[in-house]
């Protein structure tokens, strides 16, 4: 059983825009989703965010004013909308879920779940 599922990653031009969406199954929906990414040779960081209710949402500084992260409970999915894309946006793009707080949400290692991650890859 997949735990949860990423989609949405692609090839595209700087500038252009992606959509991303994250599967979750019954056990993986929790309180907080969140979007990570990792590029080559680099550390797993942190994207962006969002609490159960929908309306507190979390975002890198190198994500604030270009994605935006969203979820739909009942059909327990995330997404992340990904604006005015940049080459060093290239990267594997992780979902994942915890049972936590918006205040710890940065830090990769108090999530429970991961997702295999779909890649984006940004030309110039």
């Known amino acids: 059983q997949v735990e949860l599922e990423e989609s949405g990653g692609g090839l595209v031009q700087a500038g252009g825009s992606l959509r991303l969406s994250c599967t979750a199954s019954?056990?993986?929906?929790?309180?907080?989703m969140g979007w990570f990414r990792q590029a080559p040779g680099k550390e797993r960081e942190f994207v962006a965010a969002?609490?159960?209710?929908?309306?507190?949402?979390l975002y890198a500084d190198s994500a604030k004013g270009r994605f935006t992260i969203s979820r739909d409970n009942a059909r327990k999915m995330v997404y992340l909308q990904m604006n005015s894309l940049k080459p060093e946006d290239t990267a594997v793009y992780l979902c994942?879920?915890?049972?936590?707080?918006?205040?710890?949400?940065?830090?990769?290692?108090?999530?429970?779940?991961w997702g295999q991650g779909t890649h984006v890859t940004v030309s110039t």
């Open positions: 994942t879920s915890g049972q936590i707080t918006m205040s710890i949400a940065t830090l990769a290692s108090v999530y429970n779940f």
């Open positions: 019954e056990g993986t929906f929790r309180r907080i």
């Open positions: 969002i609490d159960w209710s929908g309306m507190n949402e």
